[in-house]
């Protein structure tokens, strides 16, 4: 977690884009990205200039001789500020988008970006405030830059493409990934999902004594091979997909800060037809497919076309909230699972396409549970209800786990950031509760309960918590009417006196 300076140095590099003429967040944040992307390069030459030395290798890892004035370290420590700016919009940025198309998948998706600060000024403060920054803290490095994400939201701009950091955790806790799985978001954005995924596998099985994941039933999947095994959970495991190049510039970004160097991310529709086409072995499950997605959709979108048919043959819709949960499903491997944020509109629409899509889910699949969101979790949608929907591919349901959370305690953006280990943690313990049977979860009026996939096929496959949710209804006692009347007639008789009084004051 970064201190109170950090915090500080962050807010002030953000003032000073805000204030120095780039007033669109997702701008500051690229622009910020850049450089520090920039200063993270020199850091590396560095530290592979340190390691040379002890061996016979060349000196020149990311930087040729002919480059050396490429170099973060030497640049920006140029007197003046218009030569900076210069040799940073021609000679820099362009190097940098070769260097990270050889090294990073960040390279990708700068192919075509510029420079966007005009102003020498404010370049020379970026850079200032960035040399502050703990980038050689590796530890800190990803939270750093979750709390720069995190401007997204508090800026008031594009905040639908940020899910709460409590939202995320618990999701991923609830689905629990292991080392050997791999991981996908159809909707990405800046991949907080994958990020969030990556953190659950390093904290809980980067160490031998920590609990060991079984992979086919046999073989023992402990924390050293994790360790062991670590550059290929980095390359191989993590796949996000959105058609927003600027998402996918952040999302690259942000899984580099955490140890994924060269996630799988591609700019694409997943509900348009070239998906399959150009990802057949990821978008069939039946094919390769994912063992895990997480995800938070758009909500209320509508497409006027080129869906692929495959989706089309379960619901007969255009509303990307339904054919997101078809897409998900057909894209898992057989007993693979799924937490997807969706809004109150797929859990109690009365089309057919909404129909058939629960219909669906619940008889064609093992819907695992429904969690009520409270309300406001999403800013960019005031007022609008979701939920989480947890769900394993395959089989058939027979119960399905709801929890009620009306409250996260959290509904302060700042204090999400600063106490995520706290979010929501109710949830969990009571769906792993659910999950082991510890306790039957009859009581409907409870905040965690079950219903059966019976009594929901005879609700129409409605899954708003609101329709299953018993109420205690207390007996509230009152008093005879003569009693309340009496007492009104008194009063009236007291108010008459004290008007009488007051009159004869201001005679």
Same mark, same amino acid.
């Given at each position: ?126 850079? %200032?405030? =960035?040399?502050? +920054?703990?980038? #050689?803290? $590796? ?6 830059? /979750?709390? @720069? ?31 050997? %799985?791999? =991981?996908?978001? +159809?909707?990405? #954005?800046? $991949? ?6 990556? /953190?659950? @596998? ?306």
């Amino acid at each position: 977690m970064i201190n109170n300076q950090v915090k500080n140095d962050i807010d002030r590099l953000w003032l000073d884009c805000a204030t120095g003429g780039v007033s669109n967040s997702l701008i500051i944040i690229e622009q910020i990205s850049f450089l520090i992307f920039a200063r993270l390069l020199d850091m590396e030459e560095a530290q592979h200039e340190r390691n040379a030395l002890r061996s016979d290798e060349s000196p020149h890892h990311l930087f040729r001789v002919d480059q050396q004035t490429l170099r973060w370290q030497n640049w920006s420590r140029m007197s003046d500020g218009e030569d900076m700016l210069k040799f940073v919009r021609d000679e820099v940025f362009p190097h940098l988008r070769i260097l990270g198309g050889k090294k990073f998948t960040f390279g990708e998706y700068i192919k075509n970006v510029s420079l966007q600060i005009s102003k020498s000024s404010l370049l020379v403060s970026m850079v %200032e405030q =960035i040399e502050k +920054l703990p980038l #050689g803290n $590796a530890d800190i490095q990803g939270d750093l830059y /979750e709390y @720069l994400l995190s401007k997204l939201t508090t800026a008031g701009i594009h905040g639908q493409f940020r899910t709460p950091r409590h939202i995320i955790k618990l999701m991923v806790e609830l689905i629990d990934p292991k080392p050997f %799985e791999t =991981i996908g978001d +159809l909707a990405c #954005g800046t $991949a907080g999902f994958l990020v969030a995924a990556m /953190e659950h @596998l390093r904290k809980a099985y980067a160490k031998p004594e920590l609990a060991e994941a079984l992979e086919g039933g046999s073989n023992n999947y402990s924390g050293e091979q994790f360790e062991y095994n670590q550059a290929h959970i980095r390359h191989g495991r993590f796949h996000g997909f959105d058609f927003d190049a600027t998402m996918l510039r952040l999302a690259a970004m942000n899984l580099m800060l955490h140890g994924v160097e060269n996630p799988d991310l591609h700019y694409i529709d997943t509900l348009s037809k070239e998906f399959p086409e150009k990802f057949p072995e990821i978008a069939d499950g039946e094919k390769g497919g994912l063992d895990i997605i997480l995800s938070n959709p758009p909500f209320k979108g509508t497409l006027a076309e080129d869906v692929h048919p495959s989706l089309l043959k379960i619901v007969q819709t255009k509303k990307s909230e339904l054919l997101f949960i078809v897409l998900v499903l057909h894209m898992l491997k057989s007993g693979g699972r799924s937490a997807i944020v969706v809004s109150d509109g797929v859990l109690l629409g009365s089309s057919k396409a909404h129909l058939a899509a629960r219909e669906y889910l619940l008889d064609h699949n093992r819907l695992e549970g429904v969690i009520s969101l409270p309300c406001g979790i999403f800013r960019s949608f005031a007022g609008l209800s979701t939920a989480i929907l947890v769900f394993t591919k395959g089989g058939c349901t027979q119960d399905v786990f709801f929890y009620d959370a009306q409250d996260d305690g959290f509904l302060d953006e700042e204090k999400c950031l600063e106490h995520t280990d706290e979010d929501l943690s109710d949830v969990l313990i009571q769906y792993r509760c659910y999950r082991s049977g510890e306790s039957d979860f009859s009581d409907r009026t409870a905040k965690a309960f079950k219903v059966s996939a019976a009594d929901i096929r005879a609700h129409n496959f409605e899954l708003s918590i609101r329709r299953y949710r018993g109420i205690n209804h207390q007996e509230v006692k009152c008093e005879e009417p003569k009693v309340i009347l009496a007492r009104m007639q008194a009063l009236e008789i007291e108010i008459q006196r004290d008007m009488i009084e007051l009159e004869a004051m201001l005679r």
